[in-house]
């Protein structure tokens, strides 16, 4: 049984950092590629990052150069960095597993969810 806690979430200002963590409860990360998504009100849940089991990293366009997705098997976490924060950042940001080595930025393919945390990017 494997449970996803997002944490990290909350009030940044423009240009800001923050970083979020999703630990895995009850089941080892190291055989699932991890994704970060994100999803605001009246718009559809979009991939942000995503890691292979061996550590091969995709991001969408929006989040290239500012988003550093990375796994820590140790502590069985996978954490999301983000600098130069923009106010249309701001989404509820989840966590999600996929059985397969490689992944997707397709949130369809991914079998285990977080509840997500919520970031907001504002002055």
């Known amino acids: 049984q494997l449970r996803l806690v997002e944490s990290g979430g909350g009030l940044v200002q423009p240009g800001g950092s923050l970083s979020l963590s999703c630990a895995g409860l009850?089941?080892?990360?190291?055989?699932?590629?991890m994704g970060w998504f994100r999803q605001v009100p009246g718009k559809e849940r979009e991939g942000v990052a995503v890691?292979?089991?061996?550590?091969?990293?995709t991001y969408a366009d929006s989040a290239k150069g500012r988003f550093t997705i990375s796994r820590d098997n140790a502590k069985n976490t996978v954490s999301l960095q983000m600098n130069s924060l923009k106010p249309d950042d701001t989404a509820v940001y989840y966590c999600?597993?996929?059985?397969?080595?490689?992944?997707?930025?397709?949130?369809?393919?991914?079998?285990?969810w977080g509840q997500g945390t919520q970031v907001t990017v504002s002055s």
């Open positions: 999600a597993a996929d059985g397969t080595p490689d992944g997707s930025l397709a949130e369809y393919v991914y079998d285990w």
């Open positions: 009850g089941y080892t990360l190291e055989h699932f590629a």
């Open positions: 890691i292979s089991t061996s550590g091969r990293t």
